[in-house]
C-alpha cells in the first residue's frame, strides 16, 4: 500500500482539488448533490468569507500516488476563543473508504491547532455552527438540502477508529404539507393576539438589510446561551443578508413583534440543492439561466428553515411558548401558496426539548442526524 501524504493547501490548483474531491466521492449518491463551485470557492476565501476577520484555518488534502483521497480542515476563532478557551475546530472531512487517510487527516489536523495553541478539537464544522455543522450518521438517502452537509455512511466509523469521540448531536426534522398542523387551537393562538400588542409580518423588501439585521440580531441574542454558539459579527450579518437575497421570498419571512419591538423570527428559504441538482457544481455554460429560471418561476418544492428563535427575555414565559406556534401558524399559508411540498427544520441540538417539542407539535419528524466529535490535544 502507498503511502498517504497530506499536505497544506497553498494555491488555487489545491483549492479547486479540495472543493472537486467529494463529487468524486458522492456522485450518484441519493443523498448528495454538488454546491456550487463557485459558492465554494468564496467560502473557502479569506478575501471573501468575513469568518477570516476573527479567524485562521488551514485546509490539507491527503494524496497516495499523487492522488487526492482526502481532504480536512483545521480552525482557530477568535470569538470561540473568549467563549471557550482552547477549543479549536476542524471540517470539510470527505475521504475515502480508508480509516488509514482519515488517521492521516485528524493527526495533521490536530498538530496544526495543537500549534496555534488549542488542548482540544471539536468538528467537522466547516468553518463554524453558523455554517455546515456535523458529521451525517443518519438518513444517507433523504433530501440533500441548503447548508446540509453530506458524508458517506463509511465516515463515522473512520472517525471514531481516528481517536475522536461523540461530542453531541444535532438533528434535522422534515415536514410534509399533508402533516403541517398548528400547534394548539387557532382560538388559542387568536386569543394571543386578540389585544393587538403581537403583530406578526413578513419581510419588507425594501428595507431588506435593516430586516435582515433585525432577524440576525434575534437570532444572535435567542440562541446566546446554546450549545457551540457564536454570534453572528456585523460583517457576517451584511454578508449573509447578501447571499441569502436570491432565495428570500418575503412571505415566508416571519417577524413577530411584542408592543413594537422584534421579539421572534423564523426565516424559510427554498431549497437550493433542488435547483441545482443537475449542475454537478458548475453554472456554465447555461446553468446560470436554468438556476434562475428555477428560482423565478418558483418551481421548487422542498425548502429548509435554517433560523428561527425567540429573544432570551421571552424565554419560560407563556408569551414566548407561543410565539413560534403563531409564527408557524402564519407560515403555513404562504408556504401552500408557494407550492411548497416540504420544509427542513434544521439544526436542533438532541437536548433542546423545548424546541423539539414545538416542531413535532406542528408535525415535524426526524429523518437526518449529525454528530460532532472532540479529541483532547493535551
Not at 105 to 134: C, H, I, Y
Not at 136 to 162: I, K, N, R
Not at 312 to 321: E, M, P, T
Request: proline letters at 6%; glycine letters at 8%; a positive charge.
Amino acid at each position: 500500500m502507498a503511502t498517504i501524504e497530506v499536505v497544506p493547501v497553498t494555491d488555487k490548483g489545491g483549492v479547486k482539488e479540495f472543493i472537486a474531491l467529494p463529487k468524486r466521492l458522492y456522485r450518484g449518491h441519493k443523498g448528495y448533490v454538488a454546491p456550487l463551485d463557485m459558492e465554494r470557492g468564496e467560502v473557502l476565501s479569506p478575501k471573501k468569507n468575513p469568518y477570516f476577520t476573527h479567524a485562521k484555518a488551514q485546509l490539507f488534502l491527503a494524496r497516495r500516488d499523487g492522488r487526492v483521497v482526502g481532504r480536512i480542515s483545521a480552525q482557530i476563532c477568535e470569538l470561540e476563543q473568549k467563549l471557550r478557551p482552547g477549543t479549536g475546530h476542524f471540517g470539510w472531512l470527505d475521504a475515502e473508504d480508508d480509516p488509514a487517510i482519515y488517521q492521516a487527516l485528524v493527526k495533521v489536523a490536530a498538530d496544526w491547532l495543537r500549534a496555534q495553541g488549542a488542548t482540544r478539537m471539536v468538528g467537522p464544522l466547516s468553518f463554524s455552527s453558523n455554517e455546515e455543522t456535523g458529521l451525517l450518521v443518519d438518513g444517507f438517502d433523504s433530501l440533500p438540502m441548503l447548508m446540509m452537509p453530506y458524508h458517506a455512511p463509511y465516515a463515522s466509523a473512520h472517525v471514531e477508529a481516528a481517536g475522536l469521540a461523540r461530542l453531541k448531536d444535532v438533528v434535522a426534522y422534515d415536514l410534509d404539507k399533508r402533516a403541517y398542523k398548528p400547534v394548539g387551537s387557532s382560538r388559542m393562538l387568536e386569543k394571543f393576539q386578540s389585544d393587538g400588542s403581537i403583530r406578526l409580518r413578513g419581510l419588507d423588501m425594501k428595507n431588506y438589510t435593516r430586516d435582515l439585521s433585525v432577524i440576525l440580531d434575534i437570532f444572535n441574542d435567542a440562541w446566546a446561551d446554546n450549545w457551540g454558539m457564536v454570534p453572528f459579527t456585523a460583517t457576517e450579518i451584511a454578508a449573509a443578508a447578501a447571499s441569502m437575497k436570491p432565495l428570500i421570498d418575503p412571505d415566508l419571512v416571519i417577524i413577530a413583534e411584542v408592543k413594537g419591538e422584534p421579539a421572534g423570527m423564523l426565516v424559510c428559504l427554498p431549497n437550493l440543492m433542488e435547483a441545482i441538482r443537475d449542475f454537478d457544481g458548475s453554472l456554465l455554460p447555461f446553468n446560470v439561466f436554468k438556476l434562475l429560471w428555477r428560482l423565478k418561476m418558483k418551481t421548487l418544492k422542498s425548502s429548509r428553515i435554517p433560523l428561527m428563535g425567540i429573544r432570551c427575555k421571552h424565554h419560560g414565559s407563556v408569551l414566548g411558548a407561543t410565539l413560534l406556534p403563531l409564527m408557524f401558524d402564519r407560515l403555513k399559508a404562504p408556504f401552500l401558496k408557494r407550492g411548497l411540498e416540504r420544509v427542513e427544520m434544521s439544526w436542533i441540538l438532541e437536548d433542546n426539548l423545548p424546541m423539539r417539542r414545538v416542531i413535532e407539535g406542528v408535525g415535524g419528524k426526524v429523518y437526518k442526524t449529525y454528530r460532532l466529535y472532540e479529541k483532547s490535544l493535551a
